[in-house]
């Protein structure tokens, strides 16, 4: 039994290499189809890879207040879309002052400019920075961490100390300290200066947004720099035991409502968004890509197994006089059936291993060019070679039973 796979084995590789311009288009056709789907597969994995790491820090434990919601709110019947009111300082104030639920903390940041100019010694940045103000709470709330040096204590913003926290970026080799440790140090923002007492850990980079190439100062100093009108802030609250979730954002809402004046009869004028609702609603829309990407990859596959059985069938009727002969000798159905078949699989196959080597690398450049974090499709691969069999064995066994049914005396006159 062995030894007939072999010399079938053998034949098919013989009869794949006689006939290597069509075996190549046909490894071709079915690449393409395996090559979408996995390179799409692979993109969509590493986009929700990066989403997973960006938001997963921040933990399932917080909530935002912001001036919408993730989703449009409209009026009218669709025809007018709902303003909200930007979050001033006046109100985050009179929050963080009047929100008195155990066991929470409030965050509250806004970003000066997202092009600022820092200054150490002779050297600046290129390219520009993003300045954010914060209080003590921040770093904690979002998720961040300190590489080296300390974070904002109650002091420092109170006191509106002079000091700040940078991005891992300043402490590279290429980084405004030219590989020197950045804390420590005193810097320069539009004039001001500040001491660095922290930086950052790498986050790395979200639709190229560098969120290591940022400088945090307290709350009030980045008032005093950026002075422009209309200042929208963020709210932040982090809850220490995710069992009161509910429960502090139902407190948070109130006192929000409250702090806007709203009467009980009103819409609330602002949004709330969970960190881990904000993560689900992402990856929902990474579920259209996945549809996508298999409807994609099932017309293409669909149309790779239709040329696969079509070169089979010319490829039977080319060698029907090599079929005669081998029947002449004593060969059976099964026998020559095995042979077309297990040419069919190989084909096959190759065009399998191409496509998802082909797919990882177009899904490796979408996520070097996206900056996202790549990881191996082994679920996406695993369905490519799935794929692979299942098209050969229905597209090889028309053409396997054709060739097995063949008249051995007819066969042999077969010019």
Do not use: C, H
């Not at 696969?308 to 069938?313: A, C, K, P, V």
């Amino acid at each position: 039994m062995f030894s007939l796979l072999k010399e079938n084995i053998r034949i098919a590789l013989t009869s794949i290499r006689s006939q290597s311009l069509r075996t190549i288009l046909t490894v071709l056709i079915i690449a393409i189809g395996i090559t979408a789907l996995v390179g799409i597969l692979s993109a969509v994995a590493a986009l929700e890879n990066t989403i997973g790491n960006n938001f997963a820090s921040m933990g399932a434990n917080t909530f935002n207040i912001q001036q919408y919601d993730l989703s449009f709110q409209r009026q009218g019947g669709g025809e007018r879309e709902k303003v909200n009111p930007i979050i001033t300082f006046r109100e985050v104030k009179d929050f963080e002052e009047n929100y008195s639920f155990p066991f929470t903390q409030t965050a509250i940041s806004f970003t000066g400019t997202s092009g600022a100019e820092v200054k150490y010694e002779n050297e600046k940045t290129d390219p520009e920075v993003a300045v954010l103000g914060a209080n003590q709470n921040y770093l904690s709330n979002s998720g961040l961490e300190i590489e080296a040096g300390r974070d904002f204590n109650v002091f420092d913003i109170q006191n509106n100390n002079n000091v700040a926290i940078l991005g891992s970026d300043f402490a590279k080799p290429e980084g405004l300290f030219r590989g020197q440790d950045p804390v420590g140090k005193t810097i320069s923002i539009r004039g001001a200066k500040f001491k660095v007492i922290g930086v950052l850990e790498s986050k790395g980079s979200t639709f190229g947004n560098n969120q290591d190439l940022r400088v945090i100062i307290p709350i009030q100093q980045a008032r005093s720099i950026f002075t422009q009108p209309r200042i929208n802030y963020d709210l932040s609250v982090k809850v220490d035991d995710k069992n009161y979730l509910e429960g502090a954002q139902d407190e948070a809402i109130i006192t929000f409502r409250n702090i806007r004046g709203l009467n009980p009869v009103e819409e609330n004028n602002f949004g709330i968004q969970r960190s881990d609702d904000l993560i689900n609603r992402i990856l929902s829309i990474t579920e259209y890509l996945n549809i996508a990407a298999w409807i994609i990859s099932i017309i293409t596959i669909f149309g790779s197994s239709i040329a696969l059985m079509n070169i089979m069938l010319v490829t039977v009727t080319e060698r029907t006089r090599e079929i005669g002969v081998r029947k002449a000798l004593g060969a059976k159905k099964g026998t020559i059936a095995g042979q077309f078949f297990i040419e069919t699989l190989l084909i096959g196959q190759l065009g399998g291993i191409l496509g998802i080597l082909l797919g990882i690398l177009i899904g490796y450049a979408v996520a070097r060019f996206a900056e996202f974090d790549f990881t191996t499709p082994w679920v996406a691969i695993l369905w490519a070679t799935a794929i692979t069999i299942v098209v050969a064995i229905l597209a090889g066994s028309f053409p396997a039973i054709k060739a097995a049914k063949q008249d051995p005396i007819e066969s042999l006159r077969y010019e």
